[in-house]
């Protein structure tokens, strides 16, 4: 088509868009013409509530006031200094800030764009530790099968969704994977389940008598698996997948793009679980979703010793982007992280986190419905497949916007997971919804 002949004043063809049925979509868009606080309108002028934090990203709700006017007044101030041996005062405070909310000793913070960047800085900040540790021989990585860790090709390498790798066969070689930790024997769990945590991180130590353990260099794990639909680890999962990490001097990086920032009612995953891992990626709420960042947090050890190895006064990590620790950024994340601790919100998000979970498990007995998962503000209602695995999730999320709801699906899954200013009403108002739109679906 000769979409420049068009009328182009309101054509939707040029922007190819990402993870969206392109096709679909330009027929019949769904267009958000603002968002406040729990709420966007679209451009039809219906309102619609956020069941998922956008796309798990605004804790604080949307349009925040200190957010805007403290990107506003550092526009002004500096709109952008290079990054590569230069500073500015908001990197380093916004580090600072990142560290306190971390266990120790993650004391060091490393700052990136999105998650997928995270994922991939992390890859090299566990290769360039290795080398300086010499232990240069250690180029094996473990993920997990229903992992998600972004698009970029590092994430891509560590993707256990099919559809996120079929078409991209020529990724990093050399990554083996674990069992998903979705054993189907417990049904509608609210939190941890209880079975076989340790059996099934008792993968990673097969890999190490597949392969030796000393060539493993790290294992990658999102602490609920969230995009594939809300998994949570079983008791014992995380612990024993720590415990055989010091046994074989493996590194354990906790993806907790969406589950860092107060998600589960803990600062991170890390605390909620009492394991501590050795690098740490972030994104996504660091700012409340209003400036695209993503953050790497580490050990001191592994600053030190990949800082103290290289010559005095040389570059000791080749590594960091055009945007790193951008300044309206780190206005955006330091505001962000004062309104999460000025009004309480991590707090508030475990306190709401029974009702929610009652809430949601209320729609239990809904024909449709095949199992529910929940833990802090986070849940996966996943329905029966239709025609075909993920036809009637894509279909329901459509449907469920029309009906005044957002919620993000994957698969046949939705991921209810509100920003942390919810109040009881907003998630009946919620749950109401998905329940009416399951309804429509049964109906047909
Ligand atoms: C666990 C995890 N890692 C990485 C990413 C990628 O983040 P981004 O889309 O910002 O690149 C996501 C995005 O949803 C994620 O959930």
């Not at 992992?147 to 590092?154: D, S």
């Not at 049904?187 to 890999?207: I, K, T």
């Not at 309480?344 to 306190?351: D, M, R, S, V």
């Not at 024909?367 to 279909?395: C, W, Y």
């Amino acid at each position: 088509m000769d979409i420049r002949s068009a009328d182009r004043a309101n054509s939707l063809e040029e922007h190819w868009m990402p993870f969206t049925g392109n096709r679909d979509f330009k027929e019949n868009p769904r267009l958000i013409v603002k968002g406040e606080g729990m709420y966007y309108t679209d451009h039809k002028g219906g309102k619609v509530i956020d069941g998922s934090s956008a796309l798990f990203c605004s804790p604080a709700g949307h349009a925040r006031p200190e957010i805007a006017d403290a990107v506003h007044a550092q526009l002004l101030e500096n709109s952008y200094s290079a990054p590569f041996q230069l500073g500015h005062a908001g990197q380093f405070e916004l580090a600072r800030k990142v560290a306190d909310l971390l266990p120790e000793p993650m004391n060091h913070v490393f700052f990136v764009n999105s998650g997928s960047e995270a994922i991939d800085t992390a890859l090299k900040m566990v290769m360039a530790y290795h080398r300086a540790n010499g232990e240069g021989q250690r180029l094996r990585f473990v993920s997990r099968e229903r992992a998600y860790h972004g698009v970029n090709m590092g994430g891509v390498s560590l993707s256990g969704m099919v559809k996120n790798r079929e078409t991209f066969p020529v990724v990093m070689p050399n990554v083996v994977m674990m069992r998903h930790t979705w054993t189907g024997k417990e049904l509608f769990c609210d939190g941890r389940p209880q079975h076989d945590g340790v059996e099934l991180a008792n993968d990673l130590e097969r890999h190490c008598m597949t392969y030796g353990g000393a060539t493993i260099a790290a294992v990658f794990v999102e602490p609920v698996a969230g995009s594939t639909g809300t998994l949570v680890p079983p008791v014992g999962y995380i612990e024993r997948i720590r415990e055989i990490c010091d046994q074989y001097g493996i590194l354990l990086v906790f993806d907790e793009v969406i589950t860092g920032f107060g998600r589960l009612g803990a600062p991170f995953a890390s605390q909620l679980f009492g394991v501590t891992p050795d690098i740490c990626t972030m994104a996504k709420a660091l700012t409340n979703g209003c400036i695209p960042m993503g953050a790497v947090a580490c050990r001191d050890e592994i600053y030190e010793t990949v800082t103290d190895a290289a010559p005095d006064n040389a570059i000791e990590f080749f590594h960091g982007y055009t945007y790193s620790g951008h300044p309206a950024a780190c206005a955006a994340g330091i505001a962000a992280l004062d309104i999460y601790e000025r009004e309480g919100l991590f707090q508030k998000a475990a306190e709401l986190a029974p009702y929610f979970a009652k809430a949601v498990m209320g729609l239990r007995s809904h024909k449709l419905v095949r199992d529910i998962r929940t833990i802090g503000l986070m849940s996966g209602i996943e329905v029966h497949p239709g025609a075909a695995p993920g036809i009637r999730g894509q279909e329901m999320q459509k449907a469920m916007f029309w009906n005044g709801c957002h919620v993000k699906f994957t698969g046949d899954t939705g991921i209810v997971a509100p920003a942390f200013i919810a109040t009881e009403a907003h998630v009946d108002e919620i749950v109401d919804r998905f329940r009416y739109t399951l309804d429509q679906f049964a109906a047909m």
